[in-house]
């Protein structure tokens, strides 16, 4: 038996809540995630046709992209298609859970879809989050500094980059003098004692902070354990906004931009002047992404791909780059691929159904 709480920790581990935007409302929106999970539905986003086909295919979990509600809901009469979107959900036993900026923030998400779909290589975040790393230090007695460093790893502590089990081990002396309530690990109670320890420094992504050192407490063998966290500035380089590589060829602008309508399956390209020149670095960001028209020209660009840019927002081009909106709906399509791929990557005991209701609002003439 699954219950949708299992699979929501499978996908929170994926793309963790923590990374969502301030604005977002990712999570479990509608349901009791001890329930027994029947089926999963996949969708990008969650409207009453959603709904239905959930209930007409068995799925008791819609996992959409877009969360159903973003602003707080002061009553449900069903008076808005999200009212009854609710109401629907609630009255047929469906959960709807959706992972959105979270998604869209991590290095294998919704950017990397579309990157994959373009063939891109040497690709990195476009935007890094800064404020996003903690250093820890704690100080271990030898013989069990082994034990503490695999529990730290293993909670995912010590990654750099596209390094794993990073730590700085140096060797000292620690003392104490435990008083007559404690229990000390060597040593007498009311006696100084000296230690043989490592200080071990380890880097921790802030949204982990507490599953580290939970486990970093159970490993050790103190009573009281000493440590210190401490902020970085430094950017956590596989977390943040849009995504930045290259072609393995470099192609003519026209015929790049029937590439991409071709690979992303879209009826229409709004695009800035063609600036007769080359296309090999690209740029993009799926969903709404005219808040990175500034990055992209600052790392030469050529050109960048994303959604919903607003009609003075293409002047910020300057023809330093080509702005390519291939429309929000269309940049993140694939996302319930990704969704899809994942939950069937990691559970076998339930059916991975994917939707076949076409949610894009907007038709084209």
Do not use: W
């Not at 009212?83 to 709807?96: D, L, M, T």
């Amino acid at each position: 038996m699954t219950i949708i709480k299992e699979v929501i920790q499978k996908l929170e581990a994926f793309a963790p809540p923590a990374l969502q935007e301030s604005y977002d409302n990712a999570g479990l929106i509608v349901g009791d995630t001890e329930t027994e999970l029947t089926s999963v539905l996949v969708s990008l986003d969650t409207t009453e046709a959603v709904v239905e086909e959930a209930i007409q295919k068995g799925c008791n979990l819609i996992v959409s992209h877009h969360p159903i509600i973003f602003k707080g809901l002061k009553k449900i009469t069903g008076s808005t298609y999200i009212e009854r979107v609710i109401i629907s959900a609630i009255k047929n036993n469906i959960a709807i859970y959706a992972i959105h900026t979270n998604l869209d923030n991590v290095n294998n998400g919704v950017n990397n879809m579309i990157a994959n779909r373009l063939g891109l290589k040497n690709t990195k975040i476009l935007s890094p989050k800064n404020d996003m790393l903690l250093k820890l230090i704690v100080y271990v007695p030898i013989n069990h500094a082994e034990k503490v460093r695999k529990a730290l790893f293993n909670s995912g502590a010590g990654n750099i980059g596209k390094y794993s089990s990073c730590s700085f081990n140096t060797k000292g002396e620690g003392t104490y003098k435990a008083n007559k309530e404690a229990k000390p690990f060597k040593g007498e109670v009311g006696k100084t004692h000296s230690e043989n320890e490592i200080k071990i420094e380890v880097v921790v992504p802030s949204f982990l902070k507490n599953d580290v050192l939970k486990s970093m407490l159970d490993a050790h063998p103190y009573e009281e354990v000493a440590y210190d966290l401490i902020q970085l500035q430094n950017q956590q380089n596989i977390i943040g906004s849009g995504l930045i590589g290259e072609l393995k060829d470099q192609m003519e602008e026209l015929s790049f931009l029937k590439f991409l309508k071709d690979k992303m399956k879209t009826n229409c390209i709004r695009h800035t002047n063609l600036l007769n020149k080359s296309i090999k670095k690209i740029a993009l960001c799926g969903g709404s992404g005219a808040f990175l028209i500034a990055e992209a020209k600052r790392q030469k660009a050529d050109l960048f791909i994303t959604g919903d840019v607003k009609y003075h927002e293409f002047f910020d081009a300057e023809n330093q780059l080509i702005i390519a909106d291939i429309g929000h709906f269309e940049s993140e399509q694939f996302t319930i691929d990704l969704i899809g791929g994942f939950l069937i990557e990691n559970f076998s005991k339930f059916a991975v159904r994917f939707t076949d209701v076409n949610t894009n609002p907007i038709n084209y003439f």
